[in-house]
């Protein structure tokens, strides 16, 4: 038995400094990259992701394992994966087209499932358009409506140089499940030329805030520009608004990387917490010097009209590269969930991949490494234009792409909220205290200070995010001091790790606690 504990408590230690984060190899079949990934928020265990250029995955267990598959439609698969889903749990495939009767790209097309991504219909599309490309496709959920929203950019005549062709922003949505879609409409005021690159207007993501507006920005020759929509897409701003400069453009050079970019993210805080309406936008830029690659954020708090000056999200020294960054808002929490590409450790091309989370509406960022290795990436092989996160009340799953030697493979992560992440015990007049005994047999106390009177529950989880127990279901308490016991052998727990959270008014302290058998 002694051995035993010691072996344990050898594994806890292990576990809490170098493994915070366990790496699950999600293919490396058919050469992956770009890839997106998704959680049903009415069950998390359920999760779907995709990768260029037709490959899709599928997790009932929370993102442990993976089934795979390769999706196909008449319309042609061609790339470009945005993996959505909808209120009653329907996930969609969103790409670029090649149709056998029609041109390359010339339309976006959009595959449903209703089994969570095991099998796809043959799909929709949101405009066809036989002489010109589209590009460049991403789609979000109305939570409230169910109404789903795509924008995209068009190209008259991709990678012409021509002054005669230009790029534009366009908008479609759909109100019945993706069955069919609005007449498009342009978006954009100045268009951008045909080069995929910094004059072209690339990187529509759009996103919804908490009444139903639609948000979008967009990079291109003009800098970062933002568009919205008050009336669910029907009417646009008359005229976009700045938001900031990009300094050396959108498009930019990596060593080691075939094409980079930093293509706008944007989203919106719907949760109901302190930081509810405000919008975000995540991108990467070289304005610091084509060494010296950085990830940026700027936020708006008054629907969009005024933006704050940009800051930096990566916390290392000036130098190095960070690139093909992704940003999502956890819409139980609040919390800004970020993950990149990061070069902060080496002085060659070796990369891991970190990611950034920020409990205070963007106001700091901590970081923190989540790869398990570094690998080296190969220009000579397309590495995809970018990463991916989601996150939903503290179940956070970030998708990135790697090459070992000359094999591409995808990867996400069982992201451990609580270390390198929560290591304060004190979040606006709550305290929450490291359990005792702790590692524990059986039994163990878990105390808490409140500074007033407030409602909170007190939550354990398994290491996967899966609720065993409610101690205090949202009871409205006075200031002071609690302890509560919690007996693991009454709810039959295996020897591990656990987590027990501290919830009041949507603000979360959770810390970590093993249990030994």
């Not at 342009?186 to 951008?192: D, E, P, S, T």
């Not at 009417?235 to 060593?255: C, F, M, Q, R, S």
């Not at 020294?317 to 819409?331: I, L, Y």
Request: proline residues 4%; hydrophobic residues 35%; charged residues 20%.
């Amino acid at each position: 038995m002694y051995k035993s504990f010691f072996t344990v408590i050898l594994f806890f230690l292990f576990f809490s400094v170098s493994a915070q984060h366990t790496n699950i190899l999600i293919s490396n079949k058919f050469a992956p990259e770009e890839p997106s990934i998704m959680i049903n928020p009415k069950n998390t265990k359920l999760m779907v992701a995709a990768a260029n250029i037709d490959q899709y995955y599928y997790s009932s267990d929370a993102g442990l394992t993976w089934n795979q598959g390769k999706i196909t439609s008449t319309y042609g698969v061609w790339g470009d994966p945005c993996i959505i889903v909808d209120t009653t749990g329907a996930f969609y495939f969103l790409h670029l087209s090649n149709p056998s009767n029609g041109n390359w790209i010339d339309r976006i097309v959009c595959q449903k499932s209703l089994n969570n991504g095991q099998s796809w219909d043959n799909g929709s599309f949101t405009y066809v358009n036989g002489t010109k490309a589209q590009d460049k496709d991403w789609a979000v959920v109305d939570p409230k409506t169910n109404i789903i929203y795509c924008t995209w950019t068009q190209f008259d005549n991709y990678g012409s140089a021509s002054p005669a062709d230009s790029s534009i922003i366009l908008f479609s949505r759909s109100k019945d499940g993706g069955h069919t879609w609005s007449t498009v409409k342009r978006l954009n005021k100045i268009a951008g030329n045909c080069m995929d690159s910094d004059s072209t207007v690339e990187g529509a993501v759009p996103t919804v805030g908490p009444n139903g507006e639609v948000y979008v920005s967009w990079a291109g020759p003009l800098g970062l520009l933002f568009d919205r929509s008050l009336d669910s897409g029907n009417t646009w701003l008359n005229d976009e608004i700045k938001v900031a400069d990009i300094p050396g453009g959108w498009d930019y050079a990596v060593p080691g990387i075939n094409r980079c970019n930093g293509l706008p993210i944007t989203d919106c805080d719907r949760s109901n917490g302190l930081y509810r309406g405000n919008i975000y936008i995540n991108w990467s830029d070289q304005r610091n010097g084509k060494t010296d690659t950085d990830i940026w954020f700027s936020k708006s708090t008054d629907d969009g009209n005024t933006w704050c000056t940009a800051k930096r999200v990566n916390d290392d020294p000036a130098g190095s590269h960070q690139f093909f960054t992704w940003m999502n808002v956890d819409q139980v929490t609040g919390y800004i969930w970020f993950v990149f590409y990061d070069r902060r450790n080496y002085t060659d091309n070796k990369t891991d991949v970190y990611m950034a989370v920020s409990k205070d509406g963007g106001d700091s960022f901590k970081n923190f490494k989540v790869s398990d290795s570094y690998f080296i990436p190969d220009s000579a092989e397309f590495f995809g234009d970018y990463t991916n996160v989601f996150a939903y009340n503290n179940v956070v799953r970030p998708i990135w792409g790697r090459l070992d030697g000359s094999s591409l493979s995808v990867y996400t992560a069982i992201i451990d909220t609580t270390f390198g992440v929560n290591d304060y015990n004190e979040v606006e007049g709550l305290f929450l205290e490291q359990n005792a005994p702790n590692p524990f047999i059986e039994n163990t106390f878990i105390a808490f200070k409140l500074h007033h009177t407030c409602n909170v529950s007190l939550r354990v989880f398994d290491i996967f995010g899966k609720e065993m127990t409610t101690i205090i279901n949202n009871e409205k308490l006075p200031a002071g001091r609690y302890t509560r016991q919690f007996d693991a052998a009454q709810y039959n727990l295996r020897q591990g790790v656990y987590y027990f959270s501290l919830v009041s008014d949507e603000k979360v302290i959770t810390k970590k606690m093993l249990l030994l058998k």
